[in-house]
């Protein structure tokens, strides 16, 4: 019964040393939870940051495009002025050409 005792007084002993922390180790898992939690806070403003960035390259993007649809639009508006100009030129030439013509015509019978 004495070995009993004394083997049991020894296992709790063993058993209560290796349950309790230590001071150092306290120590160490807290600072290891600071620096975990500390990781955490940066996660969470890079995803915040990356989503403001995110949010803003959409817009930009959007506006990019209603500029360049806007862009384009004023191109075809330029080209179909500069076509209109240019047949209107050619429409004033051709009456002058015919015009001259004419006039040719109506000096040779003049003449006869």
Known sequence: MKNYTKLTAISLAILSITACDSKVESARKDALE????????KADAVKKETKEVA?????QSELDA????????????????A???AA????????????ELQEKAD??????
């Open 66 to 81: 209603v500029a360049q649809k806007d862009a384009e639009k004023l191109r075809a508006e330029t080209a179909k002025k």
């Open 107 to 112: 000096a040779a019978r003049d003449r006869k």
């Open 88 to 99: 209107e030129e050619l429409r004033k030439s051709g009456e002058r050409a015919a015009k």
């Open 55 to 59: 949010k803003d390259f959409a817009k």
């Open 83 to 85: 076509a209109a100009d």
């Open 34 to 41: 600071s620096k975990a939690d500390a990781l955490e806070n």
